[in-house]
């Protein structure tokens, strides 16, 4: 079946604008991750949902990254006033239950690159 | 101090060897732990999990010494198609979907 998607794989984008990056999970997975890895790290945690709503936003950076799910699915990670220190790949997972199912599975990330 | 820490490598070894990775974690309420394995510029994937018990699956035997809050990962018989980051993780617990990476141990297995 199919994966988890992302789009787009690769954006550029100039200093102060703002962005979108759109994850689609695996059909019927209750659980979306959002991570961010930079060259050379592990990934690192950014937001978890549980349906709609974010049952864990602990990872993210400061109040210029938001993320929604508003119907339980695709969700959107929303990135304002972007910085180069933004630049990394952005990642999502879904999982089918959330935290007691222990695989995460990953899409393909969004290569965000800020000029 | 990083929550969880490897040895970035590289593992430079040739086929056949067998290598074997270390991860230390900080956090002593660590609930579960994994292994996934990372091919360049791909996601990474779920390699194995870790059980208390230690884990064997075909050449790959996981370890988890929880006292001393270390894991480990080992490879027989290198094949080259082994070549990889591998990295080492952790969760927090059963609240959280927040899973903890290392930064990556590389494999490179040469002919």
């Known amino acids: 079946g199919a994966g988890v998607s992302q789009t787009p794989s690769n954006k550029v984008t100039e200093k102060g604008k703002y962005v979108e990056l759109r994850c689609d999970p695996i059909s019927g997975h209750t659980a979306l991750y959002w991570y961010r890895q930079s060259l050379g790290q592990g990934p690192e945690f950014l937001i978890y949902?549980?349906?709609?709503?974010?049952?864990?936003d602990s990872g993210l950076p400061n109040d210029r990254f938001f993320a929604v799910r508003p119907e339980g699915s695709v969700s959107t990670l929303k990135i304002q006033r972007t910085e180069r220190g933004d630049s990394a790949v952005y990642l999502c997972a879904s999982s089918l239950y959330g935290p007691s199912s222990n695989e995460q599975y990953f899409g393909p990330g969004t290569r965000l690159t800020v000029t | 101090r990083k929550e969880v820490e490897q040895d970035p490598g590289p593992f430079n070894v040739p086929e056949g060897a067998t290598v074997a990775f270390n991860c230390t974690y900080s956090?002593?309420?660590?609930?579960?732990f994994f292994w996934y394995r990372q091919d360049c510029r791909k996601e990474p994937k779920l390699l194995m999990s870790?059980?208390?018990s230690g884990n064997e699956d075909g050449r790959f035997t996981a370890q988890l010494n929880r006292a001393s809050q270390y894991i480990s990962l080992l490879i027989r018989d290198s094949k080259l198609s082994d070549s990889a980051t591998y990295l080492c993780v952790v969760n927090m617990g059963s609240n959280t979907g927040k899973l903890i990476f290392g930064q990556g141990t590389t494999l490179q297995v040469k002919p």
């Open positions: 870790v059980y208390s």
């Open positions: 956090n002593s309420a660590s609930q579960s």
């Open positions: 949902f549980q349906g709609t709503g974010a049952a864990d």
